[in-house]
């Protein structure tokens, strides 16, 4: 990864330092920001939110993102509710203003199995899916977008988002090697 600004060059060790989980918010963040999203930061400390909000205006779809820093790994299980209570409060508005697909990111270290039935519920509840990806493959596709800045498609990203679950290495590089 040698495309990747000093700015989020720590997102790897911040991700893995829960006292350093809101730079970690921050750095998602504005990862999504150079990736070419409208990011709006929420962060901590301003209720049931997620961290950020990123809009792809062109293609009209949202990514609500929750930023998740774990020295292991992070599992959904318990937190299913209060994300199925801000995705529901943040899809309306954002359905009402004309973003037609809304997706749930959330980005951490590494990932436990995952609760198959938290990410049923969200789906149930808010029509929304659910995907996890670890902060090294985020790192990966900003490299990949600095070092191919014209190749790399927002439209095309988007359909990492379309299936509930791990956005794995290997769906990263099928994706990478579709912008080529």
């Known amino acids: ?8 060059q720590d997102l790897i060790d911040f991700s893995v330092n829960e006292e350093k989980s809101r730079e970690f918010e921050k750095s ?26 990123a809009k792809e205006n062109q ?3 949202a990514i609500l993102i929750d930023a998740k820093a774990r020295k292991d790994s992070y599992k959904i299980g318990t937190e299913d509710r209060k994300f199925i209570e801000y995705i529901k409060a943040f899809s309306e508005p954002l359905r009402k203003s004309g973003f037609a697909n809304i997706y749930f ?18 789906r149930v509840e808010t029509q929304v899916t659910t995907t ?6 985020l790192l990966k596709i900003l490299s990949n977008k600095i070092h191919k800045p ?18 794995t290495e290997k769906k990263i590089n099928k994706f990478i090697v579709g912008l080529k």
């Open 1 to 8: 990864l040698k495309f990747i600004p000093p700015i989020v």
């Open 28 to 53: 998602v963040n504005l990862i999504f920001q150079m990736l070419g999203f409208e990011v709006v930061d929420y962060g901590q400390g301003t209720g049931r939110n997620p961290d950020g909000v």
């Open 59 to 61: 293609h009209r779809y």
């Open 105 to 122: 990111l959330i980005v951490s270290s590494n990932f436990d199995s995952h609760s198959v039935t938290a990410i049923k519920n969200i």
């Open 132 to 137: 996890f990806l670890t902060s090294r493959l």
């Open 150 to 167: 014209r190749l790399f498609d927002l439209k095309k990203f988007q359909e990492l988002l379309i299936e509930d679950g791990e956005i």
